[in-house]
């Protein structure tokens, strides 16, 4: 299972150095951590989450097929940034509504 998912994550990003593949098994489960770049992380996941689900679902059909459970998780191992004060939520004033002869109201 690690070798199939070592060759389609290789297949998948752009620095497969890089690649770091961990398995932690437990009685009737193994969960495989991948870890990969934090800009390659799309990569992985794809459009809405369809690579990801795909391969999940191929990991654990497999190890069903041997009377198990898998799962793949996606571990970022990044701490969030401390340089920049975190961001506040500020109100936003609704667009002016164009008046029905084409010039802004208040004119």
């Not at 459009?47 to 799962?71: D, P, Y």
């Amino acid at each position: 299972m690690e070798r199939f998912l070592d060759y389609v994550l290789r297949q998948l990003i752009d620095f497969p150095d890089e690649l770091v593949i961990r398995k932690e098994d437990a009685p009737k489960k193994t969960v495989y951590r991948i870890q990969v770049r934090q800009t390659e992380i799309g990569k992985v996941v794809g459009k809405h989450g369809s690579t990801i689900a795909a391969i999940r679902n191929l990991v654990a059909a497999a190890a069903a097929k041997h009377g198990n459970r898998a799962t793949v998780e996606i571990v970022e191992d990044h701490p969030p940034r401390m340089d920049r004060p975190p961001v506040q939520a500020q109100a936003i004033r609704p667009a002016e509504e164009p008046s029905p002869h084409g010039t802004k109201t208040g004119e």
